[in-house]
């Protein structure tokens, strides 16, 4: 049973242009969460999704930054018109689709570089 | 609003050393807290996970502590290895389970340093 899978694992874009990042959750669970860690600081919830719906996005930018989990295929992260302090680790999570409290996987990051 | 903090920000001890890092969090309506590693440039990896009724949690040198009404955690590790040497986050999951999921609100971690 693979785990969460992201990739790409490093993204390098320039001032302006567009990043995708992708997460495939582990098999079985429905429910994506991301989280986006700057330098030097702790993680910070951005969204919570469930297939083809977006349950909570309190911690996600109010623009630029979007989300999605469609029926089929993996999640998606998009950030448009990135700057430079859009500069960050951003991880993964998913957990299964009955919520019992256990533990949520992590995916190993994308770590997105704005030059 | 959640807060967790982690004291110290940064930890060195020499080998074998036993030691406690310490969690604490504002609300206490938590739904379980965990105990999570991570490696420069890697993700996360779950250590140890108490639910909201229990006191801890054991895995092999590592004991997680629960202290909901006083809003405290403390990881303690027996017999610190060099392997050891990692960033340690402490996270909590709301109290209100379905509406919230599995939503982890972290602390800013404290690194870790096991010199031989």
């Known amino acids: 049973n693979a785990g969460v899978m992201q990739n790409p694992r490093h993204l390098v874009r320039r001032r302006g242009q567009e990043a995708r990042l992708r997460c495939s959750p582990m098999?079985?669970?429905?429910?994506v969460y991301w989280y986006r860690q700057l330098p030097e600081e702790g993680l910070k919830f951005m969204v919570y999704?469930?297939?083809?719906?977006?349950?909570?996005e309190s911690g996600m930018p109010k623009e630029r930054f979007s989300a999605e989990f469609p029926k089929e295929g993996p999640s998606i992260l998009r950030i448009q018109q990135v700057v430079r302090g859009d500069s960050a680790a951003y991880f993964c999570?998913?957990?299964?689709?009955?919520?019992?409290?256990?533990?949520?996987?992590f995916g190993e990051g994308s770590w997105l570089t704005v030059v | 609003k959640q807060e967790v903090t982690q004291i110290p920000a940064a930890l060195s001890v020499p080998e074998g050393e036993n030691l406690v890092l310490n969690c604490s969090f504002t609300d206490s309506a938590i739904y379980n807290l965990q105990w999570f590693r991570q490696d420069p440039g890697k993700g996360l990896t779950s250590l140890l996970l108490?639910?909201?009724?229990?006191r801890e949690q054991t895995s092999g040198r590592l004991n997680a502590s629960l202290d909901k009404s006083s809003g405290r955690s403390t990881l303690y590790i027996a017999a610190s290895q060099p392997g050891d040497s990692a960033t340690y986050l402490c996270a909590v999951v709301r109290g209100e389970g379905e509406t919230s999921g599995s939503r982890l609100t972290f602390g800013e971690g404290t690194q870790l340093t096991v010199n031989p």
């Open positions: 999704l469930q297939k083809e719906n977006i349950i909570d």
């Open positions: 108490i639910q909201s009724s229990q």
């Open positions: 999570a998913s957990s299964p689709p009955n919520f019992s409290g256990n533990t949520i996987y």
């Open positions: 098999k079985g669970h429905s429910h």
